[in-house]
């Protein structure tokens, strides 16, 4: 991407208060660190031997944050060495060092710790809050305490641990939103089972894509889900996926849907509540001690390049970072109500589990944001008192489009910040947020993903919010932006976002890749020892960040990543279609445009039938968000001479990028089949919609 300079500054949307400021939890990080490590930026940028929040000029709040960035990328041991004090990580066993290895991805965090994330969740357990909040489209809101939850979790983890389940072993889950998901994954925490979950709105094809790459032994499956006030029964795919997944020992049936679902319905079975009354027990005996990088979860790629790999993730490192990210970025205190708009089948549904550890209670929603009206989550803010609200931009973007002023038809005053991710927030929603919801709310937008399972660039509760910018890189993240040949470039160029350092929460492997060839091929293969993201990326001299989008082919629908190669695997199985290639465009507005383009087989006409045929299949096979919202043919489909698909060149071309930074025609197999993509660009105005 050629490099642009902007020198406009953006309008100013929010402050944060001097008593916000002073009550955050970074501010009390940065006291704490005054009196411990005492870094030597201290003095400088605050004037005090021990930082006083009360006495400190919040004014100069940029220069201070941007003082403690520079620290904890230059001395990342130290930082992260602070992070387990601050928050008193428990472990019962010491650390022999911080960081040691030769570089990523071969570093090694805290060795000779044992710990276990689970531990840490229920230390935050209380009388006086609920654990969990959850509502989904056909009942009323339902209030899970505690003690309820450290009961369930306890009874699930002792049922698993009778089935002959140990640490290292996987136990997979096709769930929706519902706190079922939430005790079984806690369960497998405290044991040190490896817990990975799917969203049950994908097709058998797609969940088998990702669960028979790590053989799991238990299976936890809902009958069916409801979604946009309709009923979807999936017990035919639960018996689908148990003979795609020959390594599944047990199933675990929630009924979901009929609540009269019995297990003998099904091969080896056993319904939730019987699997809880068979292991009752009041709370967890002992919580497994776990090396730091032993695996918590899995979590997938989008598919881009084939099936979908397996990112395998740490109890220590992703409990560092969501201890860092929620305390000091997010600032989410003990009571407060947490939500964020999720699947299990998309890392942020992890991440809202991860809120327990700051003692706030989560609030899940399953089903559809725009059911009956898209005022259904503001309908729930207000009824369940939300203080962190989260979604995905295109939420945000479909509410301003739609004309909402959910601040006047809701009483949104508990909403102390919205969070934005899975795609860039445009400056046109951040307006809408501050004009139709409220000008007090702190807007943090962030980005990060399934590769760390938490936000690179995000929210600072010291830092004002700008028009169209996320706040801040956070703390312990060495990002850059760098141009083609790996250089770093200056402040309002546009580059590839890298990270020049480990972090905790990057993954400790690729599941079945014991040579690390995936792995390093993912993310370290342009630039070894330097990590590339894959998003293009624009550093401001005022410290923030803005992200224009994948510099690969990945798509991105309703903030949910979806991988090219999941649907070129549905479209292979009809005869129709000789070949096809898909991208997605994203307009000025903050919407989008994902056309599929076919290469028809000999004497096939693309009609409404074949249409409604392809939409159907993706559909099926996968998700309704695999669907395109034009189908469209072409003469030919352009590949590489080595045989790869030409999308993200296809892509450039439709945004009208300069043809010689899109495409090398050298490189190409069939370079003539680029004539109609350049033609076809010049007769678009979807840009300008």
């Not at 056993?270 to 967890?284: G, M, Q």
Request: glycine share 8%; net charge negative.
């Amino acid at each position: 991407m050629e490099a642009e300079r902007h020198e406009t500054t953006p309008r100013l949307l929010w402050q944060p208060t001097k008593e916000g400021m002073q009550q955050s939890h970074l501010a009390q990080y940065l006291v704490w660190l005054s009196k411990t490590i005492q870094p030597d930026f201290f003095r400088k940028e605050t004037g005090q031997d021990v930082f006083d929040p009360q006495q400190f000029d919040f004014r100069h709040a940029e220069g201070l944050y941007r003082a403690l960035w520079e620290w904890s990328t230059d001395r990342p041991a130290e930082f992260w060495e602070s992070i387990w004090q601050y928050f008193g990580v428990k472990s019962c066993s010491p650390y022999s060092s911080v960081l040691r290895g030769a570089g990523m991805p071969a570093n090694q965090w805290f060795s000779g710790v044992k710990l276990n994330y689970a531990d840490h969740v229920f230390r935050q357990k209380s009388n006086s809050r609920p654990a969990i909040l959850y509502k989904n489209e056909q009942k009323p809101t339902q209030e899970i305490s505690w003690s309820d939850l450290e009961c369930q979790t306890a009874s699930f983890a002792a049922w698993l641990s009778e089935q002959g389940i140990r640490a290292g072993d996987r136990v997979a889950a096709f769930l929706p939103n519902s706190p079922h998901a939430v005790v079984a994954v806690l369960a497998c925490m405290s044991i040190g089972a490896v817990w990975s979950s799917c969203s049950p709105d994908f097709g058998a094809a797609s969940v088998a894509d990702r669960f028979a790459q790590i053989e799991p032994r238990i299976l936890i499956a809902c009958d069916g889900y409801g979604y946009g006030g309709k009923s979807f029964d999936k017990s035919e795919t639960v018996r689908e996926l148990l003979q795609l997944l020959p390594t599944v020992e047990k199933l675990v049936l929630v009924p979901y849907l009929n609540e009269n679902m019995r297990a003998e319905d099904f091969p080896n079975a056993i319904v939730w509540e019987d699997a809880l009354k068979s292991a009752p027990r009041n709370s967890i005996q002992e919580f497994a001690a776990l090396p730091f990088s032993h695996p918590i979860w899995i979590l997938y790629s989008s598919g881009t390049t084939g099936v979908p790999k397996a990112i395998t993730h740490s109890h220590g490192g992703n409990l560092l970072e969501h201890l860092k990210y929620l305390h000091l970025h997010n600032d989410v205190h003990p009571g407060e109500r947490f939500f964020w708009y999720s699947t299990t089948g998309w890392m942020m549904w992890n991440f809202t589990v991860g809120a327990l550890l700051t003692g706030a209670t989560i609030v899940l929603y399953d089903g559809s944001p725009g059911y009956p009206d898209l005022n259904a989550l503001w309908a729930l803010a207000e009824e369940t008192g939300i203080t962190h609200f989260g979604t995905s931009a295109p939420f945000l973007v479909s509410c301003r489009k739609a004309g909402l002023a959910p601040g006047q038809q809701f009483d949104l005053r508990a909403i102390r910040s919205i969070g934005s991710t899975g795609s860039p927030l445009p400056p046109e929603a951040f307006d809408w947020v501050y004009q139709n919801i409220g000008d007090k709310i702190w807007l943090s937008s962030m980005a990060g993903g399934t590769d760390v399972c938490t936000a690179w660039v995000g929210g600072c509760p010291l830092l004002p919010v700008w028009q169209g910018e996320i706040q801040c890189i956070c703390l312990g993240c060495a990002m850059e932006a760098w141009d083609e040949d790996g250089h770093p470039l200056p402040v309002g160029e546009v580059g590839e976002m890298v990270v020049t350092k480990a972090m905790p929460s990057m993954p400790v492997y690729f599941w079945n890749d014991p040579d690390g060839v995936k792995y390093r091929s993912s993310y370290f293969e342009q630039w070894p020892g330097v990590w590339r993201h894959g998003d293009w990326i624009r550093l401001t001299e005022r410290g923030t960040v803005v992200i224009l989008g994948r510099s690969d082919a990945t798509l991105n629908r309703q903030g949910v990543r979806i991988g090219t190669a999941e649907i070129y695997r549905a479209l292979d199985q009809l005869p129709e279609l000789r070949d096809s290639l898909i991208v997605n465009l994203e307009r000025n507005d903050g919407t989008d445009w994902m056309p599929l383009f076919v290469l028809l087989a000999p004497d096939v006409a693309l009609d409404d039938t074949l249409k409604n045929k392809i939409r159907s299949t993706l559909r099926t096979a996968y998700s309704p968000r695999h669907v395109p919202d034009d189908i469209i043919s072409a003469p030919d489909i352009p590949y590489t001479i080595s045989g790869k698909k030409m999308e993200t060149p296809v892509k450039k071309i439709l945004l009208r990028k300069p043809l010689d930074k899109a495409y090398n025609r050298d490189s190409m197999r069939n370079p003539e089949a680029m004539l109609y993509f350049i033609a076809l660009a010049q007769d678009l105005n979807w840009g300008e919609k």
